[in-house]
């Protein structure tokens, strides 16, 4: 059974973990430069924040944008709220709850979408792909990032080479269990969305895959 929000019992053991384990950390903070050198004004909005370390990561290196992030669990926005107002970033990053099948804002309201290791939580992809166009405006793209569960070899080395055998263990089998999808699934999922994106496409990254979209 797939689970779209994390309970809210659960939300401040999954913050520590996120912010301690030095893989999410690099994962977020890679994410965060490719987003902030691409979007470095106008709105951004972040699907599935979690803690919210991602919008944060990238206001803190592009004082343009105007970032939201959502997330269906009340806990972690709670959470989010707390670290963007630790961080000084309030007035520029803001936190809400709700639904990525049924985004509460406006057509084409955003410049650029984002998500990171959410994907594989949403019960409907095709209908949170529906809104992500709808919010985005014309020309605006959107990056999707989850892990990548067929990594080559060579990947999956330098993983364990980087961070040792226990925490590339934990992150390479014990996360990718429940937090990834193959390269092959990823491309499926794109050739099957309704939403009329005019460019679409899986790219690699490291241990990630970036689902590249342009509406």
Not at 38 to 49: C, P
Not at 183 to 188: D, G
């Amino acid at each position: 059974m797939r689970i779209e929000a994390i309970p809210n019992f659960a939300t401040g053991i999954y913050a520590l973990i996120a912010k301690k384990s030095p893989c999410i950390r690099d994962l977020h903070q890679q994410i965060a430069e490719e987003v902030s050198a691409k979007a470095g004004s106008g709105r951004i909005l972040d699907v599935g924040t979690g803690p919210g370390y991602l919008p944060l990561a990238i206001a803190k290196r592009a004082s343009g944008p105007e970032i939201f992030g959502i997330d269906l669990s009340s806990g972690m926005v709670d959470i989010a709220n707390k670290n963007a107002k630790e961080a000084g970033l309030s007035g520029r990053v803001k936190f809400q709850v709700a639904n990525a099948s049924s985004l509460p804002f406006a057509d084409g309201y955003f410049d650029f979408v984002i998500s990171s290791l959410s994907l594989h939580h949403w019960l409907n992809p095709c209908a949170c792909f529906k809104e992500i166009h709808r919010v985005l405006k014309n020309n605006g793209e959107a990056y999707i990032y989850d892990i990548r569960k067929d990594t080559a070899q060579e990947t999956d080395a330098q993983i364990r080479r980087q961070y040792g055998w226990f925490l590339s263990f934990l992150f390479l089998k014990v996360v990718r269990l429940h937090s990834s999808l193959s390269f092959k699934s990823a491309e499926n999922l794109l050739s099957s969305l309704e939403a009329n994106f005019s460019q679409k496409r899986v790219e690699e990254s490291g241990v990630l895959l970036r689902l590249k979209l342009v509406k």
